[in-house]
């Protein structure tokens, strides 16, 4: 059963603090992106890769925000230090990346929380 | 304008009647169309993708593309309970996608 997974699944921790999360794309999928939701804004897009390669960063707060994807396997996104106003769901999703295809499937995301 | 617009809803149907939920769009050159559903406290979960004009019937679920007036729609037949939750479009704009804001859909039994 193919699936993305994230960890962790719920993070409370202080503001100032640093935060990273982690997610494993699907197997053989070659697209990663890392997306916020909030109520208020609804689900915004922070970064996006195709082979491990950043291509789109320009929604990320480049002060504190920063993606890496050290192998195929695994995609990271660093907060530090963290704000309240960072809290939010943090969920990554993987495509295969075909010209004709730009399916994307979601991990379960990572519920932060900033105090 | 948005690039892509849904009402929000909420949309309140009857147990067994269709639902049917809309999206426009503003960038006509998107090729790649998908409707994803979200329950309350979950990830989205792709459940159509259509990529030419007309209707893609999958089940219980088809989604319709109209380029030409820029909106595509999804009509759930036979609402069930089970299918309430936040209706996401997500069009193509190159690589990425752009996702509306969602409409909320309630099967009321």
């Known amino acids: 059963d193919a699936r993305v997974t994230q960890t962790p699944r719920h993070k409370v921790t202080e503001m100032g603090q640093e935060v990273t999360m982690r997610c494993q794309p699907i197997?053989?999928?070659?697209?990663v992106f890392w997306y916020r939701q909030t109520m208020m804004q609804g689900l915004e897009l922070l970064a996006y890769?195709?082979?491990?390669?950043?291509?789109?960063d320009s929604g990320m707060p480049k002060d504190r925000f920063s993606a890496e994807m050290p192998d195929a396997t695994l995609a990271t996104l660093k907060i530090q230090p963290s704000e309240p106003r960072d809290s939010a769901v943090y969920f990554c999703?993987?495509?295969?990346?075909?010209?004709?295809?730009?399916?994307?499937?979601f991990g379960p995301g990572t519920r932060l929380t900033v105090t | 304008q948005k690039e892509v617009e849904q009402n929000s809803g909420p949309l309140s149907v009857p147990e067994g009647a269709i639902a049917s939920l809309n999206c426009t769009y503003s960038d006509r050159v998107s090729q790649s169309f998908f409707w994803y559903r979200q329950y309350s406290g979950k990830s989205p979960e792709l459940i159509m993708s259509i990529y030419s004009n007309g209707d893609k019937e999958d089940g219980r679920f088809t989604a319709q593309l109209n380029k030409a007036s820029q909106y595509v729609s999804l009509l759930i037949r036979d609402s069930q309970p089970s299918d309430s939750a936040t209706y996401l479009c997500a069009v193509n704009k190159g690589n990425k996608l752009v996702f509306g804001a969602g409409t909320i859909l309630r099967v009321k039994s």
């Open positions: 197997l053989g999928h070659n697209t």
């Open positions: 890769f195709r082979n491990r390669a950043p291509l789109d």
């Open positions: 999703a993987s495509g295969s990346g075909g010209f004709s295809s730009y399916e994307q499937y």
